[in-house]
């Protein structure tokens, strides 16, 4: 293969790896499956599902959707040990296609403070690592990690040895979003000056936006050669998160004729995806997020709207509906009939079963019988949040809060276990919410460290649901749990019990709450 003269980007989509790993973007099994099957809906060619050997947990889920993707390829990352490269091919050996990520960092600070190893040591451990990987699976990417922060030489050092060994992809991280875009093309093309047989393997970008640069440095790269770009949806990731999916796909396909390139991404599946992982995850886009934020069409200054009117092209340089945005937000309402509902949903890009339609149709009944007009958002809302409530262990029979001017708030509280249980619990608080939170701990046992409460408008209108992301702290980890309600403190309470519950799911799978092996450790 040739990859210079290949005019395909293959897009790989590290969302449930390097994405899940920021703080608070946790997934549960069934989220992390749903998100999966959405990135191959979207067409992306490589899926990195985890981190196998980070916990039981993360291994179960790689190899869950390593079993049930098709058409994309599955990673699975590995740190440069035999124990590590092991896990990740028993996670990912089932899939249609199977591919092993080895990384080990290899700058000077990394190595001095984080590994302390030589240069040395870390060229014979991704050596031994890679060629271990090659026995088990052909497809192997190679990532020297922070290597915008290593020396060139050095760096080509590794490159050159471990494609000797049968790395197929070898990945360029800026770890952490150090690189400009000048600076990371020559990387790149110093690479490609100095590394004999690069022409032979993929190369890769894998840039962070800790300086906002993270897509332009990933679009220099390509520009000198890189036929891969790592990336995630909606950016998200460690600190300012990861190269954003939506921006640089649309650019590479807006800018066909400056860059030349094509990706296989189906971008009518752009905005659909980038509301499941926001919904997923509780990190909503900001408004003015490109591609997929809520104003990223919105034409608001008379002057735009004039030219707009005349040819659409004045002011835009995409069509909404090429990232799969409805032009329409038709209002649905108490008389919407089921067929009425399934061709908005249908729209709206999400794919549910008969029997998924039916619970949702449900709750949009009973919604509509508290809410008049239900708008696109609502809709999102009841899909994303059909099952919230009902997974258990826990369930809430019933809530009664009693607050108001100079009274102290009370919660009143009746929940059921699934093993029969039934608890009735009271507790006063500073107001509704953190009474019924003080219930909720009371009742389960379970005591958590509330770090952040957010609570947002689904639509607009007196009568708009409101979603309650919760993050809280529990044994030194992060948990996020959301929900959505026409009323506010239902949702708060319906949030704080999903994290409650996770908690105790974890606890019954694994015996203990698992613990997350550091991804930076040696190894
Ligand atoms: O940012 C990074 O260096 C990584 C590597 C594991 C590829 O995520
Ligand atoms: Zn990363």
Redesign the pocket.
Known sequence: MNAVDDNKVIIFD?TL??GE?APGCSMTLNEKVRVAAALQDLKVDIIEAGFPAASPGDFDSVRTIARSIESSTVCG?ARCNSKDIKRAWDAVKDAASPRI?V?V?TSQIHREHKLQMAKEEILKSAVESVSLAREYCENIEF?P???SRTELEYLAEVVQAVIGVGATTV?I????GYAVPGEFFEIFKYLKNNVSGIDDVRLSA?C?DDLGLAVANSLAAVQAGARQI?CTMNGI??RAG?CSLEEVVMAIKTRESHFGLKTGVDTKRLYPTSRIVANVTGMHTPRNKAIVGENAFAHEAGIHQHGMLQNRETYEIMRPEDVGRSHSNLVLGKHSGRHAFRERVEQLGFPLDDIELNRCFEKFKRLADRKKDMYDRDIEAIIMNVDVGKAGPWIIDELRITAGTGTVATAVLKLSHTDGREIREAAEGDGPVAAAFQALEAGTGIELTLKNFEVRGVTVGDDAQGEVTVTVEYNQQSFRGHAVSTDIVESAAFAYLEVINRILRRHDSNGDIEEKTI?VGNP
């Open positions: 590290t790896r390097d790993q990352l990520h990384f960092a990532s990690e922070d290597a990945n991280p800026d770890t952490v894998h962070h790592e990731g460690e990861n991804a």
